[in-house]
Nanobody, 114 residues
Framework: QVRLVASGGGLVQPGGSLTLYCAASENIFRGVIMDWFRQAPGKEKDWVATIDSAKVPYYSDSVKGRFTVIRDNNANTLILQMNNLRPEDTADYYC????????WGQGTQVTVSS
């Protein structure tokens, strides 16, 4: 059985922080590259961050230095720590497992607004 459930979204003021979680079933998490994407209203889905099976992270330029991607292999959970949030970070955030086939979690909404 496959499970990929995102959570942690909400409303936060500019400059604030938020942490997103993506709980996965082991069969699509262990040893699998995991990604975060986001889709702002009226825009295409954009890549945010990736973490490989060795826990090496990769970031888009727009979030580098502000976001941290972590994988908790004991809990089969992907985490995105977001600091110094900006209004342009407002989007639905999605996790993806690069298993074969790949799987997408449902979006979790992040709104950055005063």
């Amino acid at each position: 059985q496959v499970r990929l459930v995102a959570s942690g979204g909400g409303l936060v003021q500019p400059g604030g922080s938020l942490t997103l979680y993506c709980a996965a079933s082991e069969n699509i998490f262990r040893g699998v590259i995991m990604d975060w994407f986001r889709q702002a209203p009226g825009k295409e889905k954009d890549w945010v961050a990736t973490i490989d099976s060795a826990k090496v992270p990769y970031y888009s330029d727009s979030v580098k230095g502000r976001f941290t991607v972590i994988r908790d292999n004991n809990a089969n959970t992907l985490i995105l720590q977001m600091n110094n949030l900006r209004p342009e970070d407002t989007a639905d955030y999605y996790c993806r497992s690069r298993s074969v086939p790949d799987y997408w979690g449902q979006g979790t909404q992040v709104t950055v607004s005063s």
